[in-house]
């Protein structure tokens, strides 16, 4: 039998734009959080139109970041940078469980709506705030996005090959992994609360998360004094074979960097000379002689395509994977058994033409996550939730014409 989803019940007011705070809240509203996504009354979230694309997607203010990661929640418009914005925020906070922002240090507070200011009115509520740098230091105030906090963490300088210089990710993974970090602070603080009876505020940190996704590489900087090379697509400890290889057609990826994984890939792809030869011997001789290791598994793997040759090492125990387009890899069959992607296909509904969005990547056994309703419109639930808090419908319409909502 279904368990109740984890967070249902609980309200969350996200001041939310872009990428990593949304993405916090869309966690919490896979698993039965009712999520209210406040965005100012005139230009709203960056993320409706980001990308710049012909697409009705884009003319529709539901570009396709902002589809990824909004689903489940309610949007509302409110002017916090005013002051009857500010008092409707403080009368929403009185009875929400979580408030969620993103915005520049130090703007709620000076607001009169940071977490000093509603726990007075609420002492209960759990407060996240995420920023680039945290609350504290001499950076609290400056302004940040994930290509930045790649370059300021490090992230850069151990990405790519001394041909082509510091490259940042092909995705935003900071952005990413800070929104799960957020939602894993304010699970805590609620689980907190259950015992404790008292919410708390939390500081996420955007260039703190990205040290703690290098961990291996931050020990060595640490202890050390060194910055790790940049080895492209080899492995950053020096291991072997881990790297990207050519084949007849396509690319492969092989992680055979554990003997027992190197003995099944040289009978795999019968080189079993390979590890006779005296320069590929050892690891030492291994290391004075990476390229023409390298240059062997090429010749090798030349015979058939990246396809072929994944099924092959794949039944002989090896990790190893065909490079595929991104346009091709959200089909693979593995996704597609698992239902990751949830589909609005209905276009009568949504009066958007069919899109997916990517579910969780965990599968709870009795309380699963789930998706019940599309990414809301720019505004959509205004007046429904203002009557929700309490707002009488004369007081919605003063609101409107006032420009706060």
Request: glycine share 8%; proline share 6%; hydrophobic share 40%.
């Amino acid at each position: 039998m279904d368990m109740k989803q984890a967070f249902a019940g609980i309200k969350v007011l996200a001041v939310a734009r872009v990428v990593a705070a949304p993405f916090a809240a869309y966690q919490l509203a896979l698993h039965g959080a009712d999520v209210i996504h406040i965005e100012h009354p005139v230009d709203g979230d960056s993320a409706r139109t980001s990308g710049n694309l012909p697409t009705p997607f884009h003319e529709a203010k539901m570009a396709y970041n902002f589809l990824a990661y909004n689903a489940n929640k309610r949007s509302m418009t409110l002017a916090i940078n005013t002051p009857a914005g500010q008092e409707v925020f403080r009368r929403m906070a009185a009875s929400a469980d979580v408030v969620l922002e993103n915005l520049k240090g130090g703007t709620m507070a000076r607001y009169g709506i940071g977490y000093e200011d509603l726990k007075k009115i609420n002492p209960r509520i759990v407060f996240c705030s995420v920023t680039g740098y945290g609350q504290t230091g001499p950076k609290k105030g400056d302004p940040a996005i994930d290509g930045v906090i790649q370059a300021v963490s490090g992230m850069m300088s151990i990405t790519g090959t001394s041909e082509t210089g510091p490259l940042k990710s092909g995705s935003t993974i900071v952005d990413y992994t800070t929104g799960y970090v957020a939602a894993l602070a304010i699970a805590t603080a609620l689980f907190q609360r259950a015992s404790s009876g008292e919410g708390q505020a939390i500081d996420v940190s955007m260039l703190e998360t990205a040290m703690t996704m290098m961990g291996g590489e931050v020990l060595r900087a640490i202890t050390a004094n060194e910055t790790p090379p940049r080895v492209g697509n080899a492995s950053g400890k020096a291991a072997y074979v881990s790297n990207t290889y050519p084949c007849k057609e396509g690319h492969l990826s092989i992680a055979a960097s554990t003997a027992i994984r190197r003995a099944r890939l040289w009978k795999a792809i019968d080189a079993s000379d390979i590890p006779l030869d005296p320069r590929f011997a050892t690891p030492a001789a291994v290391a004075m002689n990476m390229k023409a290791l390298d240059e062997e598994i090429v010749r090798r793997l030349s015979t058939q395509t990246a396809g072929e040759w994944e099924a092959i090492l794949n039944a002989a125990g090896v990790p190893a994977m065909e490079v595929i387009p991104l346009a091709r890899a959200v089909h693979h069959p593995q996704l597609t058994y698992r239902e990751f992607f949830h589909r609005f296909a209905d276009t009568a509904a949504t009066g958007l033409p069919p899109f997916a969005v990517p579910t969780s990547p965990y599968r709870l056994a009795a309380s699963p996550a789930r998706i019940h309703s599309m990414p809301p419109r720019y505004g959509q639930h205004t007046d429904e939730v203002l009557a929700e808090f309490g707002f009488s419908s004369e007081e919605i319409v003063r609101l409107r014409a006032e420009g706060t909502v």
